[in-house]
C-alpha cells in the first residue's frame, strides 16, 4: 500500500522520467496493492504532469482488469 499525493506522485515521475528510470518508477507503483493518491484536482498540474500520471493510472486501471 502507499499513500501520496498528486503532487508528489507528479514530481517522483517527472524526475523518473528525467533521469531515464520511468519504466522502473511505474513498475514499482504498479507492484502497489493499493495506491492512495489525495489531492487529486486540488493542484493544477503541468501538461508533461497530467500525461504522466494519466498513463500511470490507466496502465495500472488496465493491468488490474
Do not use: N, W
Request: charged content about 30%; glycine content about 4%.
Amino acid at each position: 500500500m502507499r499513500f501520496t499525493t498528486t503532487a508528489t506522485l507528479v514530481s517522483e515521475l517527472i524526475e523518473a522520467r528525467d533521469e531515464k528510470k520511468l519504466l522502473r518508477f511505474q513498475k514499482q507503483i504498479a507492484s502497489y496493492e493499493l495506491l492512495i493518491v489525495d489531492k487529486l484536482g486540488f493542484v493544477p498540474l503541468s501538461k508533461t504532469g497530467a500525461e504522466l500520471l494519466f498513463e500511470m493510472l490507466r496502465h495500472r486501471l488496465t493491468s488490474c482488469s
